[in-house]
């Protein structure tokens, strides 16, 4: 540290011209006159001399009439450490008792004339007892065994005395007994500077040996460990006595001088707590002062009314990590520019997340009726209606303008939507209109721009307008229009990018817009696969209709078991087996889908796949039914239970069923985005006791 690290609240009591004088930069030569009266005005003041004038002016003299004149004498000059020196000794003693220990320690080792000044005895004593008495904490008083510069380094130097190490891990303690400091694996080496010794090993006494070991090693209460150098001085010493009386004595002188030593040490460790407080408290302070200049940094972009708003420590600016971390140093224009990146973006998610907050007030309680609102318009409808869910109701504009044009302050009720339930059918034709767009463009961009009736229902009657949908866990082939009602559609879609009002409504409702996690695609190989089923039974892929799905049956040979048999599939079911992800195939497998093209297939093999299916359809792990009377859904088992005592009916039909599955009749029916997809049915090869039927069967397919 140079002359220039003299901190301006050491000398701030001082005359101006000794603060300019202390805080001179010794390194870099500059001339002046020897003669000339100095000047103290730095280069900024006025009637300092103008920078870069390189002009050879020559000095002027005042003679005694008052009367300005050249002189011509050779000129001298000399370096500021020089004309430093020419004051008088009482005025930079003065000046330099003024500094701290620390400081007087870097300003001698700048120069030798600085160091032989400062480490002179004569001049040394005043300044460094002055330095020593304006400390703050007081340090303890100087031992008669060091000099004053050698306690200033030993107090607060920081490098290991041993091997020079002075970084933080290397865990630096002073021993204040032996005069040293020494490091963490200096101390721990047995054989090195420090090692154990007990009373056996030497022979002048117990509580010598305890004293020693507190004043040097205070670190291990339970282990005589003592400085090495020390203790072998010591011992030499006592071995050259050669009277019991005389090493009598010198123990007991001995004991009392390291008696004062121990208790100086310790005085020594109270201090260096003290102190440690001190520097805690200054950069505690410092953090402070600079994590307000962030803060007033931030307040000038405009986030003050932001930050007023912050309820808990863990949102304030200053304790964010990378704030606090910056503000552990100096802060400069670039971290600054730094922090502000971090302070915005910290602050922009806060009020996102407080405007969510307020947002979810209010609407929460508005999404809970609107949806009770939803669920009676719905029972309104027939069972097989399509129909929006409650997030695309609220979608609509009308919907929307309702929700939030009621004050905040009034509660909300199904009351303020009763103008919807007038309007709701024409709310349900643009919404069907509106989703018939969405996937016209999925089938062909540009497709949703014809508005014919007549050309949309025969485009979505093509067995080629095959939807597929990639939601995880879901494998389905959609048609229209159960694609409109399909429940994967709408499951809700988060993200912190949306609006906040569409985070609300999929936290609320779960439920999300039409398609807006974009599971609905029209996928090339799908279609490709749809082509050769139908041109394997002789079905135009132009012209056929969702009619053809179910009218054939396939088998695929690649999944022909001996303990299985034979695996025979519909239409729709073959899509599903070729490109399920959890099926035979996902691993890569080739198949080979062939059609069973027999006249005599019906009469034996469809009626049984009809069979397997309706036993499918009924398990309890199966939700597809709906109750016709009140839109209940369930399983079949809990549906069945629940018409007998809500409606008191025991005739349980079902209705929109495929042909297989029996008469049609009130009851329960499928819901309309059901899987009514026959499932795949195995067949093993006729046995010697099946019937002729069954033999018949295997011998003409």
């Not at 025979?568 to 899509?575: I, S």
């Amino acid at each position: 540290m140079d002359i220039q690290q003299v901190g301006p609240t050491n000398l701030a009591h001082l005359h101006p011209e000794w603060i300019y004088l202390a805080q001179l930069q010794l390194g870099p030569r500059r001339p002046v006159l020897a003669h000339a009266p100095i000047n103290f005005s730095t280069p900024g003041d006025a009637g300092g001399a103008k920078p870069g004038n390189k002009r050879k002016k020559e000095d002027e003299v005042i003679g005694e009439e008052g009367s300005p004149s050249k002189s011509k004498r050779a000129r001298r000059y000399v370096s500021l450490r020089e004309a430093l020196f020419e004051l008088p000794i009482e005025l930079l003693q003065e000046v330099f008792g003024h500094l701290e220990p620390l400081d007087l320690l870097h300003l001698s080792r700048t120069s030798k004339q600085l160091r032989e000044f400062i480490l002179n005895r004569s001049s040394r004593v005043p300044i460094w007892q002055r330095s020593f008495a304006n400390f703050v904490p007081a340090i303890p008083q100087c031992p008669h065994d060091l000099t004053e510069p050698a306690y200033a380094e030993l107090a607060f130097g920081v490098s290991c005395h041993i091997c020079s190490a002075n970084s933080k891990e290397a865990e630096i303690e002073i021993v204040w007994g032996a005069r040293i400091r020494a490091c963490r694996a200096c101390r721990n080496k047995t054989d090195g500077y420090f090692h154990k010794v007990s009373s056996k090993d030497r022979p002048y006494g117990r509580k010598l040996l305890d004293i020693l070991r507190r004043a040097t090693f205070p670190w291990r209460r339970h282990n005589p460990v003592v400085y090495k150098p020390l203790d072998l001085a010591l011992f030499a010493e006592f071995r050259k006595l050669e009277s019991r009386t005389a090493k009598k004595e010198w123990v007991a002188i001995k004991i009392k001088e390291w008696e004062l030593n121990y208790e100086h040490a310790r005085l020594c460790m109270n201090w260096l707590s003290l102190l440690e407080m001190r520097y805690s408290g200054e950069r505690r302070k410092a953090i402070k002062e600079r994590k307000a200049i962030v803060v007033e940094r931030v307040k000038a972009l405009g986030w003050e009314e932001e930050l007023s708003l912050l309820s808990t420590k863990l949102q304030y600016l200053e304790n964010l990590p990378v704030v606090a971390e910056a503000c552990s140093k100096d802060l400069t224009e670039q971290v600054l520019s730094r922090l502000e990146g971090h302070a915005v973006k910290h602050l922009a998610q806060l009020r996102a997340s407080r405007l969510k907050a307020e947002r979810q007030l209010v609407l929460r309680p508005r999404l809970a009726a609107l949806k009770a609102f939803h669920k009676i318009c719905v029972k309104s409808l027939p069972v097989d209606a399509i129909h929006p869910t409650a997030s695309e109701l609220f979608r609509v504009k009308s919907v929307w303008n309702i929700i939030n044009d009621v004050p905040a302050t009034v509660p909300f009720t199904q009351h303020h939507l009763a103008p919807v339930r007038d309007d709701f059918d024409n709310i349900i034709r643009e919404w069907r209109e509106d989703i018939e767009d969405q996937l016209l463009e999925l089938l062909s961009p540009g497709l949703s721009d014809i508005k014919d009736p007549a050309f949309r229902r025969k485009t979505f009657k093509l067995a080629t307008s095959t939807f597929s949908c990639s939601y995880p866990g879901c494998s389905r082939f959609l048609r229209y229009p159960e694609v409109m009602m399909h429940a994967c559609a709408t499951k809700p879609h988060h993200g912190d990018d949306f609006d906040i009002d569409i985070q609300i409504m999929n936290g609320c409702l779960n439920q999300s817009f039409w398609n807006f996690n974009r599971c609905i695609t029209v996928n090339p190989e799908h279609i490709a696969l749809v082509h050769d089923l139908l041109i394997k039974v002789d079905i135009d892929p132009l012209t056929a209709t969702g009619r053809h799905w179910d009218l054939a049956i396939y088998e695929c040979t690649s999944c022909y078991r001996d303990a299985t048999g034979r695996a025979f599939m519909t239409f729709g079911h073959a899509l599903v087996h070729c490109f399920d992800p959890e099926g035979v195939h996902s691993d890569g497998q080739d198949y080979n889908i062939v059609p069973i093209q027999s006249s005599k297939t019906d009469p034996f093999l469809r009626p049984e796949m009809q069979h397997a299916a309706r036993l499918d359809q009924r398990n309890d792990r199966s939700y597809n039914f709906v109750c016709e009377y009140c839109k209940e859904e369930g399983n079949f088992t809990v549906l069945r239970e629940h018409m007998y005592q809500a409606h008191d009916s025991g005739d349980l039909r079902f209705k929109d069923s495929p042909p297989w599955y029996g008469p049609q009749g009130p009851g329960i029916a499928y819901r309309i985005d059901a899987d009514q997809t026959v499932p795949l049915y195995r067949l093993l090869p006729p046995k010697a006791s099946t019937t002729t039927r069954q033999r018949n069967f295997w011998t003409t397919t």
